[in-house]
DNA sequence: TGTAATTGTCTCTTACAAGAGACGCCTGTA
DNA sequence: TACAGGCGTCTCTTGTAAGAGACAATTACA
């Protein structure tokens, strides 16, 4: 990538872009670590708090918030010194996905599949380099084993993740794995190699596995969606309890490759 | 100069120029406008011709879009020079979905709807300051009465606008409605005063029923939504045939009270 | 009552982003 | 083969938006 030693006649600035956002940001940035924030807060914010929470400048955030809400992007909350998402996000996704026939059709097959086994059932997609949530349907187990929609998982924690890296050579894979990812909740410590192995072995099996990884009392049951021959577009996976008996789980692949390979565009 | 009479001071105040985007225009503006502009074309579009319809320089145009993309909020579409929405902005949405218990439960409560009566049922809401479908099912007839989700119509040709515009007085609404708002599909033009006075009518009756205006062969039945007393939040409103006898119509809208009624917040 | 923190607004400066325009690379067509 | 048109990138200039900071007005304790 175009990494900056063309910039390195700055003398100060150089390698903190990513992390806090330094002096003088442009605002679209300044928009787009907001909106970000909000994301993960999943809550109303103080517009004070926001300048915090995304490390800008009271006067810059003030302003920046009122385009937002002028634009309808964003929306004061009820007590009215508070900010979170608007409409008009509501409006240009419910676009996304009208635009997005493998979204819309992906939605409804999981809504199907949760309700038809009654277990949780999500569809996952590459976002910016990690794995995401893009659906969700809960199942009707007495324990919600549930993850928000939107939440961005290290890719290494699940078995969409494996599936979703099928089609990547090692450099890519590197590059969207960082060493943090590869340290599972429970502390344990994956090996690179072990983790491309892996997406090798989901690759040709054509599903994917995994136990115990995101936490001790779950499996991940995974199958590829492709939007091309060997382009793997996004997965739908079903989490079940870890001691399902093998023969369920097994009936469960089955049903789960054949309504991932119906979401598939046939070429 | 730029002092308080915030009102009186701002001579056109939220729709500044819509149509030539001056000179130097700031960046966020400039997004803003993208994202609106693809809204309403509904479809990916190339970049050069995305510049010319935002009116904007075809330099900046890129340098925004490959921003835009980077951070999710667009996609590049299939053939590879075109943008349309990205997921990032389908999980904002989706978080605005469930930060907002109204539009939740709303969207619920009209899919029930059109499939318990098997007519178009929609949820609208004012966007700042129009009048907008923010979630509708189509029901069962055999010719879709249909307008696409997000679509933005002057409130006057609506029975969920005189709702909508229950609680504002008479400076407000004129605020909110242009000249050309007046002016009905057909070329009728309504006079604002009687506008105004149907608003009254259906604030007091809780309902409003109008029949032809937005096309020759629908009624359109409306009932609010308050997220407080007197405050209307939102309407669900269906769309039924011009030619629905009398008793079907108040059944339905005996019906539709009920269901909007309960989505209120009870005070 | 005082003191401290927060909130929303406003002013002024300057670092820097928006924009003009040129460039090379395609693709189509005459 | 030449020409027209669109696309994507790059450079350089200058108008302006981001930011520092001061301000009054709330709230929040103690």
Redesign the interface.
């Known amino acids: 990538m175009q990494d900056g030693n063309a910039l390195a006649a700055r003398p100060d600035v150089g390698l903190d872009e990513d992390k806090t956002s330094g002096s003088r940001e ?4 300044r ?2 670590q907001i ?1 970000e924030f ?2 993960t807060t ?3 914010i103080g517009v004070g708090d926001l300048a915090k929470g995304v490390n800008a400048p009271r006067s810059t955030t003030y302003t ?1 918030v009122r ?1 937002l809400v ?4 964003l929306e004061m909350a009820g007590d009215g010194n508070r900010v ?16 997005n026939d493998l ?1 819309r059709r992906g939605r409804q097959e999981v809504d199907h599949l949760s309700r038809e086994t009654g277990e949780t059932s999500e569809l996952c ?1 590459l ?2 380099g990690r794995y ?1 949530i ?1 659906h969700s349907s809960p199942g009707t187990r007495p324990f919600r084993i549930s993850s ?3 939440l961005q998982i290290p890719l290494p924690w699940t078995a969409s993740g494996r599936l979703l890296l099928a089609g990547f050579d090692r450099a890519a894979i590197e590059d969207m794995v960082s060493e943090d990812d590869l340290v599972l909740p429970d502390g344990r410590r994956l090996r690179l190699d072990d983790f491309i192995a892996d997406i090798a072995v989901a690759k040709s099996a054509g599903y994917c596995v995994t136990s115990g990884l995101v936490d001790a009392y779950t499996k991940c049951l995974a199958a590829p969606v492709f939007s091309a021959p060997g382009r793997v577009e996004a997965t739908m996976c079903l989490v079940v309890p870890i001691d399902t008996s093998s023969e369920k789980t097994d009936d469960l692949i089955a049903l789960l490759r054949e309504r991932a390979a119906r979401l598939s565009i046939a070429a």
């Open positions: 442009k605002g679209l940035n928009v787009l909106l909000l994301h999943q809550r109303a920046l385009s002028d634009a309808g992007l979170y998402f608007g409409k008009k996000l509501y409006l240009y996704g419910m676009d996304y996905v009208r635009g979204l997609m976002q910016g995401t893009v928000a929609t939107g």
